[in-house]
């Protein structure tokens, strides 16, 4: 009986892993978002003030070694895109191809101390 017990424990467990972790997760509390904003490379433009059409390309190299690229709206607001997919791909890369230009987006806004996330649902210049 223990071993039965045993098995269809195991056996739950191998069924919930078979699922993405985003699907047996919720969202957290999120507020639906259209604003205008720059897409700036996350380092350079934090560390060095790094931004415009001269560090287009910088951004873009930037992007491809690694770097995150986040969103900054006029009101001087960082919002850094993230993913539902948890590791299967990058939040910011539908931005790539609009590094250091100025986009429309909407999406699911998250904050939560201090720092504001968004999950881009349209992107487009």
């Known amino acids: 009986m223990f071993k039965f017990a045993l098995s269809t424990l195991a056996l739950g467990f191998v069924a919930l892993s078979a699922q993405p972790v985003s699907a047996q997760m919720q969202v957290a509390e999120s ?11 996350l380092s350079c433009n934090t560390v060095y003030g790094a931004a415009g059409a001269d560090h ?14 986040a969103l900054l709206d006029e009101n001087g607001t960082l919002y850094v895109p993230v993913t539902m997919a948890m590791g299967q791909e990058r939040g910011d890369n539908n931005l790539r191809g609009h590094a250091e230009h100025t986009v429309n987006v909407t ?3 998250i904050e939560r101390g201090g720092m504001y996330t968004i999950l881009i649902e349209s992107i487009s210049m």
């Open 107 to 109: 999406g699911k806004v």
């Open 31 to 41: 507020r639906d978002v259209s604003f205008t904003a720059s897409v700036v490379d």
């Open 56 to 69: 287009r390309m910088c951004a873009q190299v930037c992007f491809d070694q690694g770097m995150p690229l």
